[in-house]
């Protein structure tokens, strides 16, 4: 029984040390790497790399590893060879060089949840014409003539259940982020059944990216479900509007399906297009709005003075529930400082995932080779003192002079996102209708955290009081 137990360790060994070698042999013997480890057989380092974190700090895995080899260093994560990079320069030659020398590339399992035609998977003549699509969709007239005011009803409808309540801020947002979108996008009512249906689906498959394992019963399962679902409702809505058309609609699909360009989109297209402009909205939005009242929660300064930008947006208006025009938005310029402070400590989305198309040389002599993956860190650029005084305050007064060349919350280059403005706005009218309304306090303590996506453990619970009692 001995003599088995040590044979079957002495086997494990051999074949670790073969992997180990294996692993070795990956590397590219004559290159000039960048320095780092590429961790695990398999795994690498992703495990590391994932691990829970907290918001506003640098990310330890990287910060640890800046510190040992550099700005630029190799590791490996999600199954690949990958280079990270926190050179501001750098980085923005990759974001610059799409579809040049790099291109998009996200971990195995985003497209098989999104869909092979989403955005993030498209390149080349494909992507031009989707991004072409959404661009001429959410363009500053739109936002002006249709968005603003839908928008506005929904924030309405929203804070009208509110009041003298504990909510969980992040719920809300979720919820706001998610009617809003689906309006946009498919011309959906937040209250109708089929809306309450698809949100259940969309939040299933959202919330389900998880470990790609296909078996029944993980959350992984259901998000392919939620998925098919959507799927199934957006081929319905198509042929509907195909053999019933009604060119008054403006929502997105509508759009699809009437321009030139959109005609050649397959229904296939069509639904994965769908998909990814909900999943690109919802719960990134939904995150800045959270975390936006997190950070004025608990700074009272930054607070006061965003309340008298928007009271006195209000004197001017000739009742208390005149709608707000499109100059009152333009006007709301300490607000625009809060959503970048907010984004620059938040990081909604860390890095931009790309693969090199040909060997790169970096300035420092270093080779990425083709096929290897490159993730460029904007949260390490996001808090570099070098870049931001005292990067970890929490202080939107800085933007009345910082220059905006390495601040990348939306992306850069080709693939800069082009949902910004929208979601600008939408965060900008969800605090003009809570601050002139409403007094918030925080109902428990509360932590952010990063675990795949940014999320607060208790949700942000607060405390809602009617401010027409306070004032
Ligand atoms: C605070 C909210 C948002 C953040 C932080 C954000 C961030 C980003 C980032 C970082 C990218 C580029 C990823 C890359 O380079 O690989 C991106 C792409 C994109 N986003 Fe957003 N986004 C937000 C809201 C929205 C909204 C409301 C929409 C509306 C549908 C939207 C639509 C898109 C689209 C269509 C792309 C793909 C652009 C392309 O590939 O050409 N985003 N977003």
């Not at 057989?41 to 829970?52: I, K, R």
């Not at 869909?115 to 363009?139: N, P, Y």
Request: positive net charge; charged residues 20%.
């Amino acid at each position: 029984m001995e003599a088995l137990t040590l044979s079957w360790i002495l086997a494990m060994a051999a074949l670790c040390v073969f992997l180990a070698l294996v692993w070795r042999l990956r590397l590219p013997p004559s290159m000039n790497l960048p320095p780092g480890r590429m961790g695990w057989p398999l795994v690498g380092e992703t495990l590391e790399y994932l691990a829970t974190r907290p918001i506003g700090v640098p990310q330890p895995f990287i910060a640890k590893r800046v510190a040992r080899y550099g700005s630029i260093f190799k590791t490996h994560l999600f199954g690949c060879p990958t280079i990270v990079t926190t050179d501001p320069d750098f980085n923005r030659f990759v974001l610059a060089n799409e579809g040049k020398l790099f291109q998009s590339s996200y971990p195995a399992g985003v497209d098989r949840v999104l869909g092979k035609f989403s955005m993030v998977q498209a390149s080349g003549e494909l992507h031009k014409r989707m991004r072409a699509l959404t661009v001429s969709f959410m363009q500053a007239q739109s936002l002006k003539d249709n968005f603003l005011q839908t928008i506005q009803a929904r924030v309405i409808s929203l804070l009208s259940t509110w009041e003298g309540r504990v909510v969980k801020i992040q719920d809300e947002a979720q919820s706001l982020s998610f009617d809003c979108i689906v309006g946009h996008v498919l011309g959906m009512d937040p209250g109708a059944e089929n809306t309450k249906t698809i949100k259940e689906d969309f939040f299933n498959l959202v919330y389900g990216l998880t470990i790609p394992l296909r078996i029944p019963g993980t959350r992984y399962w259901t998000a392919m479900k939620g998925r098919q679902n959507i799927v199934r409702l957006v081929e319905q809505m198509v042929a509907e509007r195909t053999t019933k058309p009604c060119t008054a609609r403006k929502d997105f699909l509508q759009q699809l399906l009437q321009d030139d360009n959109g005609k050649n989109l397959t229904l296939e297209q069509i639904s994965d297009f769908i998909v990814f402009m909900l999943f690109a909205a919802h719960d990134t939005t939904a995150t800045a709005m959270t975390m936006a009242i997190k950070y004025l929660l608990a700074n009272p300064q930054a607070l006061n003075q965003l309340q008298e930008e928007h009271l006195e947006i209000r004197r001017n208006k000739r009742s208390p529930d005149e709608p707000l025009e499109w100059n009152d938005y333009l006007q709301m310029t300490f607000t625009q400082h809060v959503i970048n402070e907010t984004l620059r400590l938040t990081n909604v989305l860390t890095s931009a995932h790309r693969i090199a198309l040909q060997d790169v040389q970096t300035e420092e002599g270093y080779v990425i080779p083709k096929g290897w993956k490159v993730v460029s860190s904007w949260t390490t650029i996001h808090l570099n003192p070098k870049l931001y005084a005292e990067p970890l305050e929490f202080n939107p007064w800085r933007w009345k002079t910082q220059s905006v060349k390495y601040f990348t919350p939306f992306s850069g280059g080709p693939r800069f996102c082009t949902g910004s403005e929208l979601a600008r706005l939408e965060i900008a009218l969800l605090l003009h209708f809570i601050i002139t309304k409403y007094s918030l306090h925080p109902a428990e303590d509360d932590e952010a955290v990063y675990f795949g996506t940014v999320k607060m453990r208790k949700g942000l619970p607060v405390t809602v009081t009617k401010l027409s009692q306070i004032l």
